[in-house]
């Protein structure tokens, strides 16, 4: 039999829309694994849920947050998700309110068949979040799954270039991004979804694929835009979705494709990086915190491309 390098990480990946209601968590996660389960019966291993998507998003004070937060390790959803995970072999990545030490924070978890594989909590907090959650902390981590090397962000950090590229650096192949995507009136709009068209151009700047799972519908005045979507090296592979409703959206990718750098002999946006003017720019260190975003251990490789 001939051999097809690199087949073994091929994988289908799903961005679930969900709307959910704020403070609602058991309806939430109800919804949400009718979902679930749908993607994993259309083939999906790796799932995405929105951000706060078990939880709602538009929070009026600390104390609607501590109702309904919980700890990334042992709560109510991930115990859930964790559930589901074993059940139908795939891995979950979905946000939530994280509690910890009497702290908040607007998390992502990524669990798999066996188990928690790690979590991230959300660097660039957007807008009131700054009222309800502390900044991250755990740094930016790289996870090694059977078929490829994944990372997670949240929403706001993708308006962050510097997080998509340190991951990138890392040896991040796919990024698993749970998103409120919000109406931002002249600017972001169901219309003219400037969120998915950034995360795409992410993708393509960086060579890697990004699958982004947004909420919908209107929420006590905050309209979210949808529009979730997968995206790669070469621009949109699936997507975006509408706006009104709830959607499963799926596509199956190659991760192995983010790991080819040249796009003609002379051009390689890696190799051709300027790192002796970068340093002001990206002087990115491990936070003191960084290993507790994995129970046990830390996988965040170094990472030279190697065709640099």
């Not at 995970?85 to 009497?102: F, H, P, Q, S």
């Not at 992410?202 to 979507?229: K, P, W, Y």
Request: one cysteine or more; hydrophobic letters at 40%.
């Amino acid at each position: 039999m001939e051999r097809q390098p690199g087949h073994e990480s091929t994988v289908t990946v799903a961005a679930i829309q969900t709307r959910a209601v704020t403070g609602d968590k058991q309806a939430n996660n109800e919804r949400a694994m009718e979902l679930v389960h749908e993607a994993c019966d259309r083939g999906a291993s790796v799932l995405v849920l929105p951000e706060l998507g078990n939880s709602g998003y538009v929070f009026n004070t600390r104390a609607e947050v501590a109702e309904v937060a919980e700890p990334a390790f042992g709560g109510e959803t991930t115990e859930l998700w964790a559930s589901v995970a074993r059940e139908r072999d795939v891995y979950i990545c979905g946000g939530l309110a994280e509690v910890d030490g009497g702290r908040f924070y607007n998390s992502g978890v990524l669990i798999g068949p066996q188990g928690l594989v790690g979590r991230y909590r959300k660097v660039h907090l957007w807008d009131e979040e700054k009222l309800f959650f502390e900044p991250g902390n755990l740094g930016l981590n790289v996870f090694q799954l059977p078929f490829g090397r994944v990372a997670m962000m949240i929403c706001y950090d993708g308006w962050h270039p510097e997080v998509a590229r340190i991951l990138k650096l890392k040896g991040a192949d796919l990024i698993l991004d749970p998103t409120c995507w919000v109406l931002v009136p002249g600017i972001v709009t169901p219309e003219n979804p400037v969120s998915a068209y950034v995360h795409m151009a992410t993708a393509h700047v960086n060579s890697l694929f990004m699958v982004c799972a947004d909420q919908c519908g209107v929420e006590r005045g905050c309209t979210f835009i949808g529009r979730s979507c997968v995206v790669g090296p070469a621009g949109f592979v699936a997507g975006p979705c509408g706006f009104e409703h709830p959607e499963v959206l799926t596509a199956e990718i190659n991760v192995v494709q983010a790991r080819y750098h040249n796009w003609t002999a002379l051009a390689n946006p890696f190799a051709d990086r300027r790192v002796d003017l970068y340093d002001p720019l990206l002087g990115y260190r491990e936070p003191p915190g960084a290993a507790a975003a994995v129970p046990d251990r830390v996988v965040a490789p170094d990472f030279v491309p190697a065709d640099a």
